[in-house]
């Protein structure tokens, strides 16, 4: 398997906590690499990341990567429960990576525009919409280990850069102990230590700057 991904990318860092949770081996083409950036646009004009390369097919998207690992290549931990389980599972992996991700990924890619076309009203909405997530997630999260329950799942793959990020783009805030608790459970997580680790020589790209933490 080939993995074209970028280490500090939140949703490369999804796919990689997955292929970690089940020791799964792959060739890490890290798109820091001018060739592996010209390898990626050849294989998807969009040149959107993560891809993986396996058996002659090219998957796109990190919950569909997630996915076919598991079909493919499955191992110890099953990351999609079957059944009425894994239901929750993906309404979770898309609410974090919509309601969460996205809104981050607004507040940050804006401070990468020139100062005369930012987006002040976007980004308030994206402020917004975290302050409407942060307390849902909170009671939702109330008496559970992970998202889902007792077991970690995809929607922890994708809540765990989720978190990560957000809290960095727009503090959750300390009223929400309970989410703040479970994002520091996740970052104590083995494969999520070294997704974390593994992107530290790259936090000087957070436009916002990194804070001295995590």
């Given at each position: 398997m080939k993995l074209y991904a970028h280490p500090f990318s939140s949703y490369s860092q999804k796919v990689l906590i997955a292929l970690y949770e089940n020791s799964l081996?792959?060739?890490?083409?890290?798109?820091?690499?001018?060739?592996v950036k010209a390898e990626l646009a050849n294989l998807w004009?969009?040149?959107?990341?993560?891809?993986?390369?396996?058996?002659?097919r090219t998957l796109l998207e990190s919950s569909t990567i997630i996915e076919y690992l598991?079909?493919?290549?499955?191992?110890?931990?099953?990351?999609?429960?079957?059944?009425?389980?894994?239901?929750?599972?993906h309404m979770l992996d898309r609410l974090f990576d919509n309601?969460?991700?996205?809104?981050?990924q607004k507040v940050v890619m804006d401070r990468l525009r020139p100062a005369a076309e930012r987006?002040?009203?976007?980004?308030?909405?994206?402020?917004?919409?975290?302050?409407?997530?942060?307390?849902?997630?909170?009671?939702?999260?109330?008496?559970?280990r992970w998202a889902a329950g007792e077991?970690?799942?995809?929607?922890?793959?994708?809540a765990a850069p989720s978190l990560f990020y957000a809290d960095w783009a727009h503090p959750i805030p300390a009223e929400c102990a309970v989410?703040?608790?479970?994002?520091?459970?996740?970052?104590?997580?083995?494969?999520?230590?070294?997704?974390v680790d593994e992107a530290r020589p790259y936090r000087h790209y957070f436009p916002l700057g990194a804070p001295p933490r995590d």
């Open positions: 081996s792959f060739e890490y083409h890290n798109l820091e690499s001018p060739s004009p969009l040149k959107r990341f993560p891809v993986l390369v396996d058996e002659g598991q079909l493919r290549h499955p191992g110890s931990n099953t990351l999609v429960p079957a059944g009425e389980a894994g239901i929750e599972v309601y969460v991700m996205t809104p981050m987006d002040g009203f976007g980004v308030a909405e994206a402020r917004a919409m975290l302050d409407r997530i942060y307390p849902w997630l909170d009671k939702h999260l109330t008496d559970r077991r970690f799942t995809l929607a922890d793959c994708a989410l703040r608790s479970y994002r520091a459970r996740l970052l104590a997580h083995p494969s999520i230590v070294r997704v």
